[in-house]
């Protein structure tokens, strides 16, 4: 099932999932927002790389303009609104038995996904050898995409645009403060 | 290189949930949960490889659940912040206002 891929290929790939990694650890023991905030953007730039390196170009340049881009702007942007950032908002994390207790309980997950990761994957499904590079010669990187999200996934796609209007009209709604709605 | 993605989506996943466990800033807290979602993202991407490009697309839908998900979050969060003049959790823990 694995074809054998060139030492080049393996040592980027364990080196952006190395990053990846330590990225995420640093970004969650962080206490300041505004570090942890640039720490997940160091693990959204890897991860947008090891997408490119899975064969989803587009999905990698997504992940760099609205993972990277646009969603941690709008986390940034609402820690200097709030002007967090003095020492007691920094202390923010639990104590050491609370600690101690997520520390098992992440254990625990851990051991579960790696059983479940453990069963065997239904090879009936598995598209012939060379059809994903076939796909991408035929309709490019951005058209391997389009097809299905227009063709065969049209309806959830129409319910997304729905979904983006209910959460701009909320987030409007809710940012627009008590003084505005009790008019 | 299946195997080696998904265990980096497990342990990125597990980070962002010990984080949403052990912190009490609640914009951290949405930071891990967009981990989380990311985490998520590299499974799909990892399983396109051998089941075709139907898991890219949910990827997109993913992105794009997650952007909305940011939007109506941090607006919650700054209503929030702006009644009680705090974003920890410590300090939100009623249902009433």
């Known amino acids: 099932m694995d074809p054998h891929y060139p030492l080049f290929y393996v040592f980027h790939f364990y080196l952006f999932g190395v990053i ?14 505004v570090a942890a905030a640039l720490w997940l953007v160091n693990t959204m730039f890897s991860l947008a790389a090891l997408y490119v390196m899975l064969d ?11 993972y ?17 950032g003095h020492p007691s908002e920094l202390a923010d994390a639990r104590g050491k038995w609370w600690k101690f207790a997520a520390g098992l309980v992440g254990l625990g997950l851990l051991s579960e996904i790696m ?15 060379g059809f994903n ?38 987030a409007v709604v809710l940012g627009r403060g008590r003084a505005a709605g009790a008019r | 290189m299946l195997a080696e993605s998904l265990a980096l989506t497990a342990a990125l996943f597990i980070i962002g949930v010990v984080g949403v466990l052990v912190h009490r800033n609640a914009i951290i807290i949405f930071m891990c949960v967009e981990l989380m979602l990311t985490a998520v993202n590299l499974t799909f991407v990892a399983f396109s490889r051998y ?22 979050g941090l607006a919650i969060i700054i209503a929030i912040f702006r009644h009680r003049q705090t974003v920890n959790l410590k300090d939100i823990n009623l249902l009433r206002g």
Do not use: H
């Open chain 1, 133 to 170: 590079e076939q796909q991408l010669q035929k309709l490019n990187a951005v058209g391997t995409i389009a097809e299905p999200l227009f063709k065969e996934y049209l309806l959830a796609f129409e319910l997304t645009s729905v979904l983006l209007l209910v959460a701009i009209a909320g």
């Open chain 1, 115 to 129: 059983v479940i990761l453990r069963v065997k994957l239904p090879q009936q499904l598995v598209v012939p050898r």
């Open chain 1, 56 to 66: 989803a170009q587009f999905i990698g340049v997504m992940q760099v303009l609205v």
């Open chain 1, 68 to 84: 990277a881009g646009a969603i941690m702007v709008v986390f940034l942007f609402v820690v200097m609104l709030l002007n967090l």
């Open chain 1, 20 to 33: 990846a990694l330590a990225s995420a650890l640093t970004f969650v023991t962080r206490k300041s927002p």
């Open chain 2, 51 to 72: 089941y075709g490009a139907a898991g890219q697309v949910f990827v997109v839908f993913v992105m794009t659940v997650s952007a909305a998900e940011a939007a109506v």
